[in-house]
């Protein structure tokens, strides 16, 4: 079997901590997945399936995870892996190990156009072009209110993110909010 797309968070935690977090992150216990868990889980995973069309590192902010630059050299070898991607939130620089990890490979940072990110994600992409790394701007993308303490809705139907399943800890989510 294949599978047309997957996020793996990578860390919980986050610089932003948003109120509303699609991910719910402010509100889990936080930790960074280390390469050799990465690597093990990725591999458990890949056992299962033929490809990966589309494979997201996610997290949290995944440009605080200290292992990142070994876990894009990971992802990045895998020919399961089809198209590769990091969500950033775009406000925290990438270490020199990251940008070097990054340079000339086929992963694509993707990042986030927030209110809050403007000046780091205009930094962030002068890094990226000055060292040949394929990026994305989502200059659309509209922020979800998702509030987590009200009751009587069913936050499922109305959510845009609940076809994006994750794999955390060894299992598959139907999305990131139901793995936290």
Same mark, same amino acid.
């Given at each position: ?53 589309? =494979? ?99 936050? =499922? ?24």
């Amino acid at each position: 079997p294949t599978l047309q797309y997957i996020e793996m968070v990578v860390t919980t935690h986050c610089n932003a901590l948003c109120k509303n977090c699609s991910n719910g992150i402010p509100f889990v216990e936080k930790n960074h997945i280390n390469y050799e868990y990465f690597r093990d889980q990725l591999d458990k995973l890949l056992s299962k399936v033929s490809y990966i069309h589309k =494979f997201q590192i996610h997290g949290g902010e995944p440009f605080l995870n200290p292992d990142l630059h070994l876990i894009v050299r990971y992802a990045n070898a895998s020919q399961k892996l089809l198209n590769i991607r990091i969500a950033t939130n775009g406000s925290v620089m990438p270490s020199q190990g990251l940008i070097n990890a990054l340079r000339g490979t086929r992963v694509v940072v993707a990042i986030s156009s927030y209110d809050f990110n403007q000046i780091q994600r205009v930094k962030l992409v002068d890094i990226c072009k000055k060292n040949d790394i394929k990026y994305i701007v989502y200059d659309e993308q509209k922020w979800y209110e998702f509030d987590p303490l009200s009751r009587g809705q069913n936050h =499922f139907d109305v959510c845009p993110i609940n076809s994006y399943p994750c794999y955390y800890m060894g299992k598959v989510y139907l999305c990131a909010r139901i793995c936290h």
